[in-house]
């Protein structure tokens, strides 16, 4: 670093004097160093105590100071060892600007005796900063026209730094158009100039981009762009050109009104409104060339508007000029040669005449149905018709004459297979291309009484579900005929039999125009589950003909009965409640009692579950029911705790939609285990009675259902074959023996009452048949639950009468 001492003449001396003789006064004298600008922090600038004279044991003392208006954090002191060092960042740009010096000035201030130094730190310029352009891209735009040595200004880089740093040169991208041009004037600025030195050619270069640089005189230099973007603008110096100067074209002589006949296009390589072109017929123009052709003057199409006739007129030819839209236009033209050409413009024609229809499906081979005649305008080959016939059967054409046929029929007729006929006579010329006509001829076929009405099976399988209202809709049969007006209105009527002790027409109705069948009353599942009748169909044909269709309506059971509680033989308690004596000292798991309930219903409507309802208060029960079996049983060892009585509820639920319930009313008395044998002695033996004679009815049921299961395969054969070897007949509907049902592939029986029910037909005595049904099980079952479950005994057994 510099340094430099300033004093006036006689400065030591004076010194001296002042610091023996005042008490106070600032030093006079200045301290000068320099430093680079952007210096990194801790860069060392001058040893300031030692150039102003200070010892370093002093300088704390003292209180030694520095100060700096503005800029007081760039410069600090180490008081340790009176270096003058970097702080902060300097930038010369920030604090100067472009002035030639920039110098920071301190104010180093002591005490005792007060003293006053001043200091000046110059800042060096580096070349931190690169030429800079007004902006990154330039556009001129430049007409063709103009000449060579044409001058045009541009704005030059600016560099923030100064002397030599801030000396700039420029240069451009090579290229043959553009040459760079730099005069520096008086006031030491220079004027940048871009000279063209060769003319331009839009149509060869739309667009010139060139790269012009700036490098200032640093060491290392630093360098500035900007893009120049050159547009060339267009003047009209080319005429619009034709590919050709002469088309030739055909057109058909019935080609449609605006057709195109040829699009032309012409080239004119000028830009914007001068290679703009407009295309029109050059005068004097024919009316004959008005009067067929039109042209569109945007884009060159020229199309038909009137009528071509060969017979008229041969060959048009049309002279068109393309002009384009500059100041001074210019003009290109060529010629078109339209040819028409000749076609088979005629349709033959067909006349039909005595027409004879309908005819009727039973008519002869042979018989005429019509007359028809052709003609063709045109000559020669083009006025030469044949005729042919589609469909080809069961009808033909005969010819009778020159240009005259016949429609004949050529086969029998079925009006049920076909009941109009459409036939297209085809008159064809001999042109080329032939053309042709049709003609449609619809053939009615009259019905004759010939079809029976007709069911579309033979027999119909009806769900009906019970309690449904009177009246109600339960079916509706069709039968077709295939005959047509009143040969096919099919009237329908139930064929009456008696059902048990009543007639069929109590039970259902049938109307007799839409086949619709009520049922006149409620049915009831357990009373009647299937009810099988005849409908028959008649059409109104002279003479009538008629069938019959069965129909078996199978009612469907519904949850329409609640379970019922049994009373347990033996077991006390009044109300209905179930009084059992449950000795204190059994063990968790132990039965104490059970419930048993039944459904009247069938399937999933008689399927019963049993919860056991929450006591009062939330207090944990003891006891707990199994879900499908009824059985009370504890939950653990019962203590001196548990209350002497207590009354358990148990839910009693089927599985119907929506389910119906029960409620059971069990009260449990818990005593000694002395007492609870003498106390139930009676109740225990009438119960062991109970369950031994269950036993036995299981067995006894067992064996029915291995009866009942050969019963019913011989059933089934003696019926099939009764079918298929004689007619139905009538019969009374008798009661069935009780069927035992099984639902649930768990073990969850459940034993309903004994009810006497029937299937009643028309076609013998009832049936009686084995119906197994599996509902699904819950979905998960608790884990004291699911231990509980016990295998299914004899009294979870249900008959039904089935059919």
Known sequence: MLFSWRGGPGAPSLLLSLLLLAVWEPGSGQVHYSVPEEAKHGTFVGRIAQDLGLELAELVPRLFRVASKGHGDLLEVNLQNGILFVNSRIDREELCGRSLECSIHLEVIVDRPLQVFHVEVEVKDINDNPPVFPESKKRLVIAESRPPETRFPLDGASDADIGVNSALTYRIDPN???????????????????????????????????????????????????????????????????????????????????????????????????????????????????????????????????????????????????????????AGHCTILVEILDINDNTPEITITSLSLPVREDAQVGTVIALISVSDRDSGANGRVTCSLIPHVPFKLVSTFKNYYSLVLDSTLDRESVANYVLVVTARDGGSPSLSATASVSVEVADVNDNVPAFAQPEYTVFVKENNPPGCHIFTVSARDADAQENALVSYSLVERRVGERALSSYVSVHAESGKVYALQPLDHEELELLQFQVSARDAGVPPLGSNVTLQVFVLDENDNAPALLPRPGAGGAGGALSELVSRSVGAGHVVAKVRAVDADSGYNAWLSYELQPAAGGARSPFRVALYTGEISTTRTLDEADPARQRLLVLVKDHGEPALTATATVLLSLVESGQAPKASSRVLAGAAGAEAALVDVNVYLIVAICAVSSLLVLTLLLSTALRCSAPPTEGACGPGKPTLVCSSAVGSWSYSQQRRQRVCSGEGPPKTDLMAFSPSLPPCLSSTEGTSEREPDSEHLKEVSSY
Not at 264 to 290: E, H, K, M
Not at 297 to 317: A, M, Q, S, V
Request: cysteine-free; proline content about 5%.
């Open 176 to 330: 043959e158009y553009f040459v760079l041009d730099t005069r520096n004037n008086r006031e030491q600025t220079s004027s940048l100039s871009l000279v063209l030195r060769k003319s331009l050619d839009r149509e060869q270069i739309e667009e010139h981009s060139l790269l012009l640089t700036a490098n200032d005189g640093g060491k290392p230099e630093l360098t500035g762009t900007v893009q120049l973007l050159i547009t060339v603008l267009d003047v009209n110096d080319n005429a619009p050109e034709f590919d050709q100067y002469i088309y030739k074209v055909t057109v058909l002589e019935n080609a449609f009104n605006g057709t195109l006949v040829i699009k032309l296009n012409a080239t004119d390589p000028d830009d914007g409104t001068n290679g703009d072109i407009i295309y029109s017929f050059r005068r004097p123009v024919s009316p004959a060339v008005l009067y067929a052709f039109i042209i569109n003057p945007n884009n060159g199409e020229i199309r038909t508007r009137g009528k071509l006739d060969f017979e008229e007129k041969k060959l048009y030819e049309i002279s068109v000029e393309a002009i384009d839209k500059g100041n001074i236009p210019m």
